[in-house]
């Protein structure tokens, strides 16, 4: 089996902001049905949803001194919402699994196999 990071990218036009919690309720409710899935399933390594982005802290010590500025690596509507860590045969079942995420948390979802030998964790 190998790892992938199914990653929930939203374009900042999906307005989760703006909506109420009894709006978001159905959304939390797919992705916990999700969750669940994967869990059931052995797929489940690890997941979360992240704070918004405003929330975000960039550090950059590449210079040999930290600078640590508030906000995010990059300006861009597009952001990281959350992420699930799972365990896949192969891309296609990565992409099935990512399909299914996909439509829970209403985001797009990039996938992406973790670098080495995964097989041992």
């Known amino acids: 089996m190998t790892l ?3 990653s929930v990218h939203h374009d900042g036009t999906a307005d989760f902001e703006s909506k ?8 939390f409710e797919a992705v916990d049905r999700f969750n669940s899935e994967l869990q059931e399933s052995g797929a489940w390594v690890f997941a979360g949803g992240l704070e918004p ?3 975000a802290t960039t550090v950059d010590n590449t210079k040999g001194q930290a600078l640590v500025v508030d ?3 990059s300006e861009s509507k597009e952001f990281l919402g959350g992420f ?3 365990k896949a045969a192969d891309l296609d079942e990565a992409l099935a699994w990512a399909q299914k995420g996909s439509a829970a948390c209403e985001g797009k979802v990039e996938v992406r196999p973790f670098q080495g030998d995964t097989e041992s964790l």
């Not at 109420?20 to 959304?27: C, D, F, I």
Request: glycine share 4%; proline share 10%.
């Open 53 to 55: 982005i405003e929330s």
């Open 84 to 86: 699930w860590v799972i």
């Open 20 to 27: 109420t919690m009894e709006e978001l309720q159905p959304v």
């Open 4 to 6: 992938y990071m199914l």
């Open 71 to 73: 906000g995010p690596f």
